[in-house]
C-alpha cells in the first residue's frame, strides 16, 4: 500500500498538540437535604446532646474549680486520647499504656513546672514513639505531640485567662458544632471532603463559622475586648472542623467507627474532643504571636 499507516505517522512538528481539557476549578459531590419527618430528622441528635450536656457538666466543675483540678483532669483525659489513638493505630497494649501515661504525667508536670522545664517532658512522648513504634510511627510522633499540646494550651488558656474566656473558648467550639450539624442536615449542598467524612458539607462547614463569629461579637461586647474576638472566634471554629476532619481521616485509614467504647454508645474522648483539640492548638499559635483578649477599638 502506497498510503502511510495513520498509526505510524510522524507527528508534524509545526502543529501545536491540542491541550488537555482542565477540569473545573470547582467540582462538589452533593448532599440532598434530609426529607423525613421532623420526629426522624434528627433520630441521632438525642444521645449526642446527652453526651454533650454530662460533658459540659463535668467540664464546667472543672474550670470552675480550676488549679490542679482541672490540670489533673485535662492530663487524665489527654492520657486517655493518646491510649486511643493507639488502640487505633494497632500499636499493642503495652505500648498504648506506655505512650498514655507518658503522655498524662508528663502534661500534669509540664503545666505545673516551669516553661523552660516541661516542655522537655513532653518531647518525652514523640521521642518514646520512635523509639517503640515500628509501624506508622509518623502518626503515631505526630499526633500525640498535637495532643499535648493542646492539653497544655487549655491548662495555660484557664491560669491566664479565666473561667469566662474558657467559656468562651467551649462555646466557640460547640456554636461551630451545632450550628454546622442543623444546617448540613437541613440545607444539605455540597460535601465537604466526602472520601474522609461523607456527611459533612460545605453548608454546615459556613453556618459553623457563622456560629462561632456570632459568640465572638457577644464577647466583644460583653468582655469590652476589641472586634478581633470575631475573627479570631471565626479562625478557631475553621481548626476545630480541621480537628474533626483529622481523626475522621485516621479512624477511616484503619477501618475503625469509634476512638473507643470508653462513653458507652457514643464512642471515645478523642471523638468527643476532637474539634476542641484543633481549637486549642490555633488558640496556643493565637496568644503567641498576638494580643489576647484583643484590644478594645481594633
Known sequence: MSETDPRHERADPARPEAEEEEPPLFQFEMQDPIEPALAGRFEDLAPRLVTALLLLAVGLASIWIGGLFFTALISLAVGLMIWELATIVRTGPRRAMLLAGTGGVTLFLSSVLPVGFGLPLMMLVPMLAIAVIRKHRRLMV??????????????????????WWMIWLILVV????????????????????????????WSGTIAGWVGAGIVGLIWAIWMDAGWETIGISVALAMMAQMGDIAESAVKRRFGVKDSSNLLPGHGGLFDRFDAMLGAALMLLVIESVAEFPPIPGV
Open 142 to 163: 505526630f499526633f500525640p505531640t498535637a495532643i499535648m499540646l493542646a492539653g497544655l494550651a487549655l491548662t495555660e488558656h484557664l491560669t491566664n485567662f479565666g473561667f
Open 174 to 201: 460547640i456554636a461551630s458544632d451545632v450550628m454546622g450539624y442543623f444546617a448540613g442536615r437541613m440545607l444539605g449542598g455540597p460535601k465537604f471532603w466526602p472520601r474522609v467524612s461523607p456527611k459533612k458539607t
